[in-house]
């Protein structure tokens, strides 16, 4: 069984600050995701990587395969960017086709 | 663009009655999942199905079972309902064998009183 490690689990930052948040799992994967989540509030996707790097606005997101790693950044934070972050990850065998999440990270930005 | 639908958005049950949740995935996508998310928990896996067959299955409780229809929509049948399986249930949808992501539905909140 997949296990999905994220850091930090809380993290309050001043807009305008550069965000990271990381995402190691311990076995192979076929691809990873990184979510987002409101309070109360529905599962939004915002990338999904089998390898390399994607960007979407102020959202880059990149994983290294060799190393079992995967980091989320924000630019120039709003704080309409303050969310649950939450990586989950997909099996690499041909059944393992549900996700396995991380713990999420509770991203605070303040004005 | 059509997203996910669930039904219905919230649901309120007592303890040892039974609930029907429904998922309407995005139309073409063929695999539908299901998972779990406990008050202040991380969302676990339940089941997945393609093509109307159990694709993966996750840590779904036996009082659980659930299906996929032709038209591609699935339910999920929870009986004899407990405190514990007060929870927000989303269902993702996919199209297999085109991309692996999996688009998310707002959630069903099921709360057992």
């Not at chain 1, 979510?35 to 990338?47: A, E, M, N, R, Y």
């Not at chain 1, 709003?78 to 396995?100: E, F, M, N, Q, W």
């Not at chain 2, 429904?22 to 998972?35: G, N």
Request: hydrophobic share 30%.
């Amino acid at each position: 069984k997949n296990e999905v490690e994220q850091s930090p689990q809380n993290l309050t930052a001043q807009e305008g600050e550069f965000i990271t948040i990381n995402c190691s799992y311990s076995v192979g994967i076929s691809a990873l995701h990184w979510l987002q989540q409101h309070p109360g509030g529905g599962i939004v996707s915002l990338f999904m990587l089998s390898s390399g790097k994607k960007k979407h606005g102020r959202l880059i997101a990149t994983i290294n395969i060799q190393e079992k790693h995967s980091s989320l950044h924000i630019t120039a934070s709003h704080p309409r960017d303050s969310a649950v972050y939450i990586c989950a990850a997909r099996g690499s065998g041909g059944g393992a086709d549900g996700l396995t999440f991380g713990k999420g990270t509770h991203l605070i930005i303040q004005p | 663009a059509a997203g996910v639908i669930q039904s219905p958005r919230h649901l309120i049950k007592e303890k040892r009655e039974t609930a029907t949740l429904k998922c309407y995935p995005i139309p073409r996508h063929d695999t539908v999942y299901w998972y779990q998310q406990g008050p202040g928990q991380d969302p676990q896996f339940l089941i997945s199905f393609y093509e109307k067959m159990q694709s993966d299955k996750g840590s779904i409780p036996d009082r659980f079972s659930a299906q996929q229809f032709s038209d591609y929509h699935s339910e999920l049948n929870m009986s004899s309902l407990e405190l514990g399986d007060s929870a927000l249930y989303f269902c993702a949808s996919r199209i297999r064998g085109v991309t692996y992501e999996q688009y998310f539905g707002p959630g069903t909140r099921l709360t057992v009183t």
